[in-house]
Nanobody, 126 residues
Framework: QVQLVESGGELVQAGGSLRLSCAAS????????MGWFRQAPGKERDFVAA????????YYTDSVKGRFTISRDNAKNTVYLQMNSLKPEDTAVYYC???????????????????WGQGTQVTVSS
């Protein structure tokens, strides 16, 4: 059974930094692209960043480019999201997810991911 467990979310002031972690189990982690999404109250779940199976290809939504960095450690079955220069509009529940299918390109749509974590709350105060 695939399990994804996020951690690292907390309350932080605008301009601050956080690093989110997502520990995966139940699947050969190194074969799957991973993604981070976020969902603010009353809004849809939106793509934030994704990384391919090897870590060599990454994608970001425009609003986080230059501030967020996605990375992975396949030896630790963990994907990270380093978030710098945080803004109040980054406030949301952040979810990690694993791609539906091994290898291949890096997806960015919700339906391209099949397993999700429970989410971790990030709150940025102004």
């Amino acid at each position: 059974q695939v399990q994804l467990v996020e951690s690292g979310g907390e309350l932080v002031q605008a301009g601050g930094s956080l690093r989110l972690s997502c520990a995966a189990s139940g699947r050969t982690f190194s074969r799957y692209a991973m993604g981070w999404f976020r969902q603010a109250p009353g809004k849809e779940r939106d793509f934030v960043a994704a990384i391919n199976w090897s870590g060599g290809v990454t994608y970001y939504t425009d609003s986080v480019k230059g501030r967020f960095t996605i990375s992975r450690d396949n030896a630790k079955n963990t994907v990270y999201l380093q978030m710098n220069s945080l803004k109040p509009e980054d406030t949301a529940v952040y979810y990690c997810a694993t791609k539906r299918g091994m290898y291949g390109d890096v997806p960015r749509r919700v339906n391209d991911f099949d397993y999700w974590g429970q989410g971790t709350q990030v709150t940025v105060s102004s």
